[in-house]
């Protein structure tokens, strides 16, 4: 069964980091791209950034929203992926989700499945 | 605001058919077809019902339908039942520095 699930989220205070972390099982995880979103409560998808898998050089791509803030990588090794968050701010707050990542020719994304079951972080003083 | 524009809610009785509309422009809805489609459950992860603007994963039941035409995406749902019931939203491949856009999400109630 493929299967995502997500950890690391909580309560943080602004201006803080937090990582969270993807674990992937059922599916060869160095051959697919993944995608981080969010949800803020009550509102709708963002998309938040990707990583290309290593044979399109391993690649990320992010929305400007956290551009320079958040970093994602992987561990082909572990099948996991991480989303790094620094410089916290309140607006953060939200359900973060990971998914596989469809790429057309390995670089341009088209769809997204599955989808982990989410992780809430809090970012509050 | 939302780069895609979405009614914010449709509705339906049992057995009937809903669209859903997804708008953009020839940046993205128009410009490609890689328009996809996921229902959200209250509290669940999103799933993908459709990609590539007509495609159904397996698994996914062939009541639901996706077209496009110019630069607006269509979500169709026959024969709607009460598992339905849940929040849709379109996403598209865009070549703006975004890559990645989404509807604000069109919540589909059954009557």
């Known amino acids: 069964e493929v299967q995502l699930v997500e950890s690391g989220g909580g309560l943080v205070q602004p201006g803080r980091s937090l990582r969270l972390s993807c674990t992937a099982s059922?599916?060869?995880?160095?051959?697919?791209?993944m995608s981080w979103f969010r949800q803020a409560p009550g509102k709708g998808l963002e998309w938040v950034g990707f990583i290309r898998s290593k044979a399109y050089g391993g690649t990320t791509e992010y929305a400007a929203s956290v551009k320079g803030r958040f970093t994602i990588s992987r561990d082909d090794s572990k099948s996991i992926a991480y989303l790094q968050m620094n410089s916290l701010k309140t607006e953060d707050t939200a359900v973060y989700y990971c998914?596989?990542?469809?790429?057309?020719?390995?670089?341009?994304?088209?769809?997204?499945?599955?989808w982990g079951q989410g992780t809430l972080v809090t970012v509050s003083s | 605001q939302s780069a895609l524009t979405q009614p914010a809610s449709v509705s339906g009785s049992p057995g009937q058919s809903i669209t859903i509309s997804c708008t953009g422009t020839?940046?993205?809805?128009?410009?490609?077809?890689?328009v996809s489609w996921y229902q959200q459950h209250p509290g669940k992860a999103p799933k993908l019902m459709i990609y590539d603007v007509s495609n159904r994963p397996s698994g996914v039941s062939n009541r639901f339908s996706g077209s496009k035409s110019g630069n607006t995406a269509s979500l169709t749902i026959s024969g709607l039942q009460a598992e339905d019931e849940a929040d849709y939203y379109c996403?598209?491949?865009?070549?703006?520095?975004?890559?990645?856009?989404f509807g604000g999400g069109t919540k589909l109630t059954v009557l």
């Open positions: 020839s940046s993205d809805v128009g410009g490609y077809n890689y």
């Open positions: 059922g599916f060869t995880f160095g051959d697919y791209a």
């Open positions: 996403s598209s491949y865009t070549s703006s520095s975004t890559y990645v856009v």
């Open positions: 998914t596989s990542t469809n790429m057309v020719r390995g670089v341009t994304p088209n769809w997204f499945d599955p």
